[in-house]
């Protein structure tokens, strides 16, 4: 089953654009984890944010979590072409292991 | 090696046949997972191991499918009388461990496509 629901499915903007996605979950957890996909690649991981933080940045990306809705966003700022690609989220539920949702699917136009 | 390796990367076989998926973790890590992949869709869990202990299977859709890590390393996904509804891509991760789930780092899959 998967716990995470990513929302948009799909979104597609211009490069120079920001870029938000969202995730909703379903039960507690330690932390939550985006990751990116490269036309079926191998997923790589962008960002963990523990459940007892409410903001974190890492270059282009700013992750935000709020537990009492059970939710966080991706924002990806200044979006380039090479920026395109499917977005994930994942929970750790304390079941030592993730659980994904469906993704969202990024196109970046130049 | 550098990152986790799976082989092999793509396999094309004939419904009834069993397969055999190889995962190669990065040196060192402790936990070991099996994820499945439908196109367009994310990861699903199937089973994962600390060493050579399996600590989760309830993700494995059945008893067709099992899998083992006997000396803590490299880990193998067995899928035994493959159906159709087997075919996709099968993902590996490994991480370092600990208490909490930390960064998954995965492989590039194995393509699985039952005829």
């Known amino acids: 089953s998967q716990q995470g629901e990513e929302d948009p499915q799909a979104l597609s903007i211009q490069e120079g654009e920001n870029a938000t996605m969202n995730c909703s979950y379903k039960t507690s957890i330690n932390n939550l984890q985006w990751y990116r996909q490269n036309s079926g690649r191998g997923l790589v991981h962008l960002i963990l944010i523990r459940s007892n933080e409410r903001e974190k940045h890492s270059g282009r990306l700013r992750v935000t979590l709020d537990t009492s809705k059970k939710s966080s966003s991706l924002l990806i700022t200044a979006s380039r072409a090479a920026d395109t690609a499917s977005y994930f989220c994942?929970?750790?539920?304390?079941?030592?292991?993730?659980?994904f949702g469906k993704g969202t699917m990024l196109l970046v136009s130049p | 090696g550098a990152g986790v390796s799976q082989s092999p990367r793509y396999k094309v076989t004939k419904r009834g046949q069993d397969v055999a998926l190889r995962c190669d973790p990065i040196s060192g890590h402790v936990s070991l997972y099996w994820y499945r992949q439908a196109l367009g869709q994310g990861p699903e869990f199937l089973t994962y191991?600390?060493?050579?202990?399996?600590?989760?299977k309830s993700g494995l859709p059945n008893d067709r499918f099992s899998a083992e890590r006997p000396e803590g390393s490299i880990s193998t996904l067995t899928i035994q009388r493959t159906e159709q509804r087997d075919s996709a891509m099968y993902r590996c991760?490994?991480?370092?461990?600990?208490?909490?789930?930390?960064?998954?780092?995965f492989g590039e899959g194995s393509r699985l496509t039952v005829l």
């Open positions: 991760a490994s991480s370092s461990g600990g208490a909490m789930t930390g960064e998954l780092f």
């Open positions: 994942a929970t750790d539920a304390g079941y030592s292991t993730l659980t």
């Open positions: 191991f600390n060493y050579e202990a399996q600590q989760d």
